[in-house]
């Protein structure tokens, strides 16, 4: 059985920052997309960051660049989502997905964890 389970989420002033982490289990991730998404209260669930799971590439929202990092640790089977220069709009619950090789959605997720970026 596939599981995701999200951490290190928190309460954080604007300019701090944390690291999520998705630890992956229940079969191997090799070739697929891993991404993060969140949703504001009220608002729509929206994309933040990808990563191929076999590959180094990484995707990002336009309001993330420059702040937020992607990354994996193979061994841990653990994918990480650092963020920098924290916003009070990037408060929200942050989901970890993950999508097979050929699917156009994600079929997987993660239970979320609550990020809180006060001003």
């Known amino acids: 059985q596939v599981q995701l389970v999200e951490s290190g989420g928190g309460l954080v002033q604007a300019g701090g920052s944390l690291r999520l982490s998705c630890a992956a289990s229940?079969?191997?991730?090799?070739?697929?997309?891993m991404g993060w998404f969140r949703q504001a209260p009220g608002k729509e669930r929206e994309y933040v960051a990808t990563?191929?799971?076999?590959?180094?590439?990484?995707y990002y929202a336009d309001s993330v660049k420059g702040r937020f990092t992607i990354s994996r640790d193979n061994a841990k089977n653990t994918v990480y989502l650092q963020m920098n220069s924290l916003k009070p709009e990037d408060t929200g619950v942050y989901y970890c997905?993950?999508?097979?090789?050929?699917?156009?959605?994600?079929?997987?997720w993660g239970q979320g964890t609550q990020v809180t970026v006060s001003s």
């Open positions: 229940g079969r191997t991730f090799s070739g697929y997309a």
């Open positions: 997905a993950a999508r097979a090789r050929g699917e156009t959605t994600y079929g997987y």
């Open positions: 990563l191929r799971w076999s590959g180094d590439s990484t």
